[in-house]
């Protein structure tokens, strides 16, 4: 069974407040949205792989550690997983990005596949999927089936709020699969949105509500 990480960092909760708030505006939203993704991600990557390093000072010889093991590749889930991307980046600066462009059909809430793009050494790569929304799961499970169906290596999936019924359905799907959110949240309503939630990810990003 994959871990579920709640994030609870005081900054974390206040950020996620602010974000939820219907009244905070789109520039707003952006930017917590890319700050908290930062902040997730200093969580994900707690338990990263170190090697010895050592280096000179200019005083002295100093024993140090540097990042081991396999490279990260980050997955943002189209479109709202893009607004997590930069705040990611900011600690990985070396990780390549791929993109995963799905939509929930709103009759079905079923994920439509419309987009692939993935980094020629993605299989190398351990991968973070990234997607602000963790509601039925369904982008979620897709994203991570495309990922695998392509020998890629999917370890971690990163979210703002998750619900109980999308943290339960990953974890059947892709059990190998790590889960960080800042929020486990009530419930879904009859149009699978999360409850309370934050309404609509990317159309609060993108002002196309
Ligand atoms: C939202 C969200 C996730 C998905 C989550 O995307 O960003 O990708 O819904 O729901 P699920 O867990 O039930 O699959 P949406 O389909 O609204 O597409 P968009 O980001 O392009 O607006
Ligand atoms: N997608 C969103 O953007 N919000 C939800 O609450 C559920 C799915």
Same mark, same amino acid.
């Given at each position: 069974m994959g871990r579920l990480?709640?994030?609870d960092h005081p900054l974390i909760q206040h950020k996620l407040t602010i974000i939820r708030d219907k009244t905070t505006n789109h520039k707003q939203f952006r930017e917590l949205v890319e700050e908290t993704a930062t902040l997730i991600g200093?969580?994900?990557t707690r338990d990263l792989p170190l090697e010895p390093k050592t280096v000179e000072t200019p005083v002295g010889r100093a024993e140090? #550690? +540097? *990042? %081991?093991?396999? @490279? &990260? =590749?980050?997955?943002?889930i189209l479109r709202a997983g893009l607004?997590?991307?930069?705040?990611?980046?900011?600690?990985?600066?070396? +990780? @390549?990005?791929?993109? *995963? =462009?799905?939509?929930?059909d709103p009759e079905t809430l079923k994920p439509v596949?419309?987009?692939?793009?993935?980094?020629? /050494? +993605?299989?190398?790569? /351990?991968? *973070?999927?990234? /997607?602000?929304?963790? %509601?039925? =799961?369904?982008?979620?499970i897709a994203a991570i089936s495309m990922l695998k169906e392509r020998n890629c290596?999917?370890? @971690?999936?990163?979210c703002l709020i998750a619900?109980?019924?999308? *943290? #339960?359905?990953?974890?059947? %799907?892709?059990?190998?699969?790590? &889960?960080?959110? %800042?929020a486990v949240d009530e419930r879904l309503d009859e149009h699978?949105? &999360?409850?309370?939630?934050? =309404? /609509?990810a990317g159309d609060r990003l993108y002002g196309t509500e």
């Open positions: 990480v709640v994030c200093i969580e994900a140090g #550690r +540097a *990042i %081991a093991g396999r @490279k &990260i =590749g980050l997955v943002p607004g997590m991307v930069e705040g990611l980046l900011r600690l990985l600066p070396a +990780a @390549k990005v791929g993109h *995963i =462009g799905l939509y929930r596949q419309y987009y692939i793009s993935l980094p020629s /050494d +993605a299989e190398e790569r /351990d991968l *973070i999927v990234i /997607d602000p929304m963790l %509601a039925t =799961g369904g982008s979620a290596r999917p370890t @971690k999936m990163l619900s109980p019924e999308g *943290i #339960r359905a990953l974890n059947e %799907a892709h059990p190998e699969v790590d &889960i960080y959110t %800042a699978g949105y &999360i409850v309370p939630g934050l =309404g /609509d």
